[in-house]
């Protein structure tokens, strides 16, 4: 399987683009936009005939398209804003963010194709304007589902606590597990002060520090320490991410990591990104029907 070179970019957390630019996909783009599109018609089908404002809402909406390169062969697919506007039961409302100028053109073109569906587009930065969408709800009457699928790791642990306290939001998550393991280097040394705290504000808190390095035993040949060492591979590193998900949300299931290989779920290839789904609502009976519907989805990929 031929993965594009500007992956590694994404995958780091490096979004340095022209506004055009247009990074390459391969299987796993296929599977999360899988997961995602039958969640989306089954939370519609399970709240139809509730009382619900049912909305959709795309931190990273891109184009509407998708340009996946599999086994050398380059091919166009939906990407997740227009598969949500095709699915039956529909949304009432679909919000579509986007920084870029030219993939917001895009989303507006995709919009003028929907006239009779209420869509908006917000151009900002997603972490500010999804902070200001839970607050514009009481989430009484609303009920959301949020795909969140960022470049690198550009999605703020106070932006998840936004989302998760509005007690209505199902979020399906594509976290750069990639981009984690290779942003906390074996060796401390590596990590400057700008590593440090994008990793402190993806995991909103400094403890992973702790939990991931231990002192060197050895020192150096003047007598000094040498630095911290990372302890934990990047499974146990994973996993620290679950234990944060499952502290702030009310339900989240185990994710399903998707690898650097020809189907991208052999463990063969590295590991490039963790499938997450969380539900915000703190009462038993809907967190357990959303997660029960998300882990078969995701147990059938």
Known sequence: ????????????????????????????????????????????????????????????????RCEIKIDGETRSIDG?????LGIAPAFHEFCFIELRTRKLEALRALK???????????????????RTLCGRYQWRNERAVLFLDPFGMHVEWTTLEAIAKTGAID????????????????????????????????LGTDEWREAFYDKK????????????ERHVDHREMLDFVSERLKKLFPAVTSPKVLYQGRDAKSQGGAPLFALYFAASNPRPAAHGLATRIAKDILDTL
């Open 1 to 64: 399987m031929e993965i594009q070179s500007c992956l590694s970019d994404d995958v780091l957390g490096v979004d340095s683009g022209p506004d055009d630019q247009h990074l390459f996909g391969g299987i796993w783009t296929c599977i999360k936009l899988e997961a995602l599109e039958k969640y989306l018609v089954a939370f519609n089908t399970a709240l139809s005939r509730q009382n619900f404002k049912r909305i959709y809402i795309d931190a990273f909406a891109g184009t509407g």
């Open 80 to 84: 997740s804003a227009r598969r949500a």
């Open 112 to 130: 003028d194709e929907h006239p009779g569906k209420t869509v908006e587009l917000i151009q900002g930065d997603a972490n500010a304007a999804l």
């Open 171 to 202: 979020v399906w998550y594509l976290f750069p597990y990639a981009g984690l393991y290779r942003q906390a280097a074996k060796d401390a040394g590596a990590l400057d002060a700008d590593k440090e705290a994008s990793l402190t504000r993806l």
């Open 217 to 228: 035993r050895q020192t150096d040949l003047f007598g000094g320490d040498s630095g911290d």
